[in-house]
Every structure is written in structure tokens, then in C-alpha cells.
T-cell receptor, first 115, second 114 residues
């Protein structure tokens, strides 16, 4: 069974500072991992995904994440926060389970940017 | 702009009403999904359609009835809802129903049941 844990339901960073949102997963098979962002009154938008290959994944809006199998982590980072990054961020894991592929979301991290 | 369009954006309905939520995508995706999202919570999967066939029904009450008329359209028919059904209902699509196929979400329908 798969699961994902996001450490910190709220994270605040100053504009221009490093953004680090933490995600740890549990999966019985090699996982596929995703980060989604949700702005107020909108649906979710894919930031980036890891399936196979390079463990450092670059996404939209300057975000990237690194898959670390030994730490079962997939933390999201951005070198310099911008006011427009304020949103809810969801980490998600998916397993290959033919006929029952499901995405499991973490509980989310609300990112606040301090001017 | 989202490529998955949901209507209406907002809906207020009484517990005896019947209403429908609509979702449309023109990306040629063959999998479509309904999710329910309560405030400050992650989305919860309700239904998955793959190639217009219902593939997953996550033990959702029968007062929610999905319909997939064709590969571009997905409806959610609502009847005799309860106040606790008030939530944001999100439609999503993906190229196919596989574990590595990312979801494209609409902006949702904000449903209030009075």
C-alpha cells in the first residue's frame, strides 16, 4: 500500500528566500511521484513528476525536486521565493497496480510568502 | 487557462433538488475522473472512467451518479444530497489511466447544499 507524508501543514518564507517543502513516501514498489500546486479557487496544476531516470526533476515556475530512494523522500525546492508562489502544494504517489492505478495525495502544505 | 472546463463554477442546491455538474476536455484524453475536495483537505477520488467505461467507484453514495456520454464529456448527477456533501468537486483527465500519466484538473464546481 502506498502513502505520502508532507511534513509541515504551513510553511512561511520571505520573498527571495529558499523554499523547501518536504514529502516522504511509502511504497511497496518503485513509485511514481508528483507535486501539484493549487491556487485559491482553482484546481490542481502539475508542477513536476518523477517516473524513471534522472532523480533530479525540474518543473514549472523554477521548482525542482529530487527523488532519494534511500530516504524515501521527494522534497520540493525553489532557490528564490516569489509572491506568486503562495499556494497549497500537494505531494502525490502512484503505484503500478494494473486495473487499480490510483493517486494518493498528501495532506498538503500551505506556502505563505512574507514580503 | 485550464484545458478542462467545468460548469457551473458555483452551485447552491436544496436537499430535494436534482442537479448535474458538467466537465469537458478536448485534449484527446481517454481517462476522466471526479474528485471531491473539502476545505483544507486533499482531493478524494470518487470515480474513474477509462475509455468511457466506469473503472473505479470509490464506494460513493448512490446520490452521486456519474455519466460519461463520450470521451470528451463527464457528468456528475446529484440527487437528494446532504449538507455534508458541500465541497469543491474537481474533474480531471489524463492521456490514459496509468500510474505515470499526470492529471489535468479543471477549476472545480463549488457546491453548497442547504
Amino acid at each position: 500500500a502506498q502513502s505520502v507524508t508532507q511534513l509541515g501543514s504551513h510553511v512561511s518564507v520571505s520573498e527571495g528566500a529558499l523554499v523547501l517543502l518536504r514529502c516522504n513516501y511509502s511504497s511497496s514498489v518503485p513509485p511514481y511521484l508528483f507535486w501539484y500546486v493549487q491556487y485559491p479557487n482553482q484546481g490542481l496544476q502539475l508542477l513536476l513528476k518523477y517516473t524513471t531516470g534522472a532523480t533530479l526533476v525540474k518543473g514549472i515556475n523554477g521548482f525542482e525536486a529530487e527523488f532519494k530512494k534511500s530516504e524515501t523522500s521527494f522534497h520540493l525546492t525553489k532557490p528564490s521565493a516569489h509572491m506568486s508562489d503562495a499556494a497549497e502544494y500537494f505531494c502525490a504517489v502512484s503505484e503500478v497496480d494494473f486495473g487499480n492505478e490510483k493517486l494518493t495525495f498528501g495532506t498538503g502544505t500551505r506556502l505563505t510568502i512574507i514580503p | 487557462d485550464t484545458e478542462v472546463t467545468q460548469t457551473p463554477k458555483h452551485l447552491v442546491m436544496g436537499m430535494t433538488n436534482k442537479k448535474s455538474l458538467k466537465c469537458e476536455q478536448h485534449m484527446g484524453h481517454r481517462a476522466m475522473y471526479w474528485y471531491k475536495q473539502k476545505a483544507k483537505k486533499p482531493p478524494e477520488l470518487m470515480f474513474v472512467y477509462s475509455y468511457e467505461k466506469l473503472s473505479i467507484n470509490e464506494s460513493v453514495p448512490s446520490r452521486f451518479s456519474p455519466e460519461c456520454p463520450n470521451s470528451s464529456l463527464l457528468n456528475l448527477h446529484l440527487h437528494a444530497l446532504q449538507p455534508e456533501d458541500s465541497a469543491l468537486y474537481l474533474c480531471a483527465s489524463s492521456q490514459v489511466w496509468t500510474s505515470d500519466s499526470p492529471l489535468h484538473f479543471g477549476n472545480g464546481t463549488r457546491l453548497t447544499v442547504t
